[in-house]
């Protein structure tokens, strides 16, 4: 039996297919290349309750991962994050089953530790010694943090204003770290560069294959936690939004498996109002985004302009009749401190806006009575300290409460 | 069968014996009280290869928990956490089986989310409506957040110099919180005359008998995720000691179900060299240690003078041929960078001290030969930013690097 049913990359634009056991970035059109597996094979040599005994981590799932030898896997434990029920928010918003998927229980505390481990475990298998990456903190606090572990030379660079636990986190590791007095795309040309005159390989955003299959687990997870029934509604906070087109290309695949039946989730794309180009698009019936001029959000892991893979989300979108909607800095902020003082978990700002769209949306009718609903948090909110303001007594040692 | 094998609760230092259905405190001698279980009973009716199917969190462990009823339950997906093998570090040090528990990987990122959900579950169960706790941080935070989730109010203090996240966090949870200014014993005295005027439940380390319980499950982990072959060492931080406690018992409790067999891993109590009041105890072969004056230390987490369970952590250590060690704030800090940048995890001080523990323990020729070695990395380095200092270039849109 082999570890992986790996198969084939192809371009989901122009169809060219690639080979999986060499090096490859974009498509030669411009595109980001998909992983295929074979899909029809693992049909007989796996059914779903196997996976029951299996490690808690998303390697639980090899088969449907790119790692062709277990050898190569690079892991921190990360995955199987906890599916925790919501009910006293449930009951407030009228949602009878509501979930958070809660991706700060992960190594580097945020969801990006997935894409990092797959990436970072193939690109060890494909034999690169040296990757470089722009980011807007968190991925690139993960992706150098799996490549100090793998052996993998790294350099990141990230603007100044990316949120300072995460600079502390790739400085740490051992990465050439550049901070960028600009944005997130600022620092992407500059790595641009440095690639090309380098001949490295560069794990931007979707411009290497693997981070979106490290991402997939997220919708494995939530179809395996529900025990293969899956929820009416998924919320995700969108900023290059991999973890969406990974969560739609796991649960075709589950389907193509035959391990979950019916309608697949209705996805919905929460991104912050300062920076809403997926939303835009949207509403406009657009298969791809405009660049957003002078983006801002506090939710700095979804401040991103044009997203490469924004045709891919909007499919996801519209494929499973989901939606698109933007939220307000001020109601994700005052949703943060919500959900901590109700259900004791404290979000990140990006999952605190992916709560306040749950809000809105149940609020105009848009969900249906009894709707399963999950939302993913993205990130450990501990993460994010400036989002949360202190004012309280200091009492000297004598003091009297 | 019972949800808990839960029985009664019983002082070690005098023996009185108090009634589980009740709320406790500390026994009327001033010893804190300990958790009793019907072992024999449950000897035959749970194996251990029953657990397999359960869900990834410390409440797989129920019939060891001392919640009667699983309607009480608070969870945040608590447990479980990953056992990473530190194989590269292993081979610098020559420990051919080396790994790390990662307690970062945990709600509240730090392990003291344990001992917060079990305890405020069962102060649910015993209809407490209102607790209160002094804290170095992250203790606070935890309990803060789980008592939010349960619906219980809390009050906690904590040193102005805590951690600036766990004050963030213990905020947002809606937590009455005071800073004191001055150490957790100052904290300690001012909330010990706040519960006594207003007649609350005192949640401070051990003043309640729960606590411990959580914590212990950090053991039944380790050995249910070693396929009950429990390694020959664990090293543990060591302020308040609850952790070390929890694991020696659970470790004995797990001897007398049968589940493990052979001698008890050695347990190692790792101090800061400027708090090391347990090891100045171990090494003059004494059964309690006296209070440290003008303790310091980057390791918050362990700045603890005086331990209330300083004789349970010394019984734990002389009863398996263990020992207590004190590491300079300097080897842990170098600690944390190398194990970063070698193996991808950023670990707490406190974690890191206990590795640099393990390198001094090795160095003097502490260990045998093949000796499997367990860390407890107690929370995620990323509560801990300023440990960290980062010196980098910034560079303007148009570098180039």
Redesign the interface.
Known sequence: MPYSYVSYLDCPKCGETYDVNTVQQLCTCGAPLLVNYDLEQLKDNLKPDEL??RE??LWRYHELLPVADCKNV?????G?????EMSKLGSELGIKNFYMK?E??????SFKARGAAVGVSKAKELGVTELAMPTNGNAGAAWA??????GIKS?I?MP?DAP??T???T????AN??????LIS?AG???G??VKDNQLYDVSTLKEPYRIEGKKTMGLEIAEQMDWEIPDVILYPTGGGVGLIGIYKALNELKELGWIKGKLPRLVAVQAAGCAPIVKAWKENKTESDFWLNSQTTAFGINVPKALGDFLVLEAIYQTGGCAIAVEDEAMLEE??KI???????VCPEGAAAFAAVRDLRNNGWFHDEESVVVLNTG????Y?NT?Q?E??????E???
């Not at 700060?104 to 505390?109: A, K, Q, R, S």
């Not at 943090?145 to 793998?150: P, T, V």
């Not at 770290?177 to 600009?182: C, E, Q, T």
């Open positions: 029951k005994d808690d981590s690079i892991s921190l434990g990360e199987m994050t906890p599916l925790v809660d700060g229980i992960i190594p580097t505390g943090l799996y490549a100090a572990r793998a350099t660079a100044i300072e636990i600079r502390k986190e400085a740490v590791s051992g770290l550049y901070l960028v007095d600009g600022d040309k500059i790595i560069k440095y943060q401190e901590s003082s109700m259900e004791g978990a404290f450990a909110g501990i993460k300290p949360v202190v309280v007594p200091t009492l000297n040692k003091a009297k409460i």
